[in-house]
């Protein structure tokens, strides 16, 4: 059986609003919460070369949060990003990324 994971519906709300913001470009930020709820949510700068066809989280978000959970802040258990051309399927990038890290990935299209 699969693991069940939820997120709320401020969160879902929030990353398609910025998905549309985003569009045609690929939306990316980070995902806070525990093994089965996402709550909370940030969008991050997309800072890949191409990001017409690529995602690449701001590193300075990314540490910042990284830093802020050591603090005692809200955990870092995952990533979203958008496919603008519709597609919710992973990219074998996408896929070699999230085999390496073992966080959630959630792909919004």
């Known amino acids: 059986m699969g693991m069940r994971l939820e997120i709320s519906r401020e969160a879902l709300a929030g990353i398609r609003a910025a998905t549309a913001a985003a569009h045609p470009l690929e939306a990316c930020g980070l995902l806070f919460g525990d093994e089965s709820r996402i709550d909370g949510w940030e969008a991050t700068n ?28 809200p ?27 073992r966080k959630i990935w959630v792909i919004v299209a």
């Open 75 to 101: 955990r870092l258990i995952g990533y979203w990003h958008s496919h603008p051309n519709g597609n919710v399927e992973p990219s074998q990038r996408d896929t070699e990324l999230a085999d390496v890290d």
């Open 46 to 73: 997309n800072v890949a070369a191409r990001p017409d066809i690529e995602f690449e989280i701001d590193p300075v978000s990314l540490f910042a949060a990284l830093r802020a959970e050591r603090a005692g802040g």
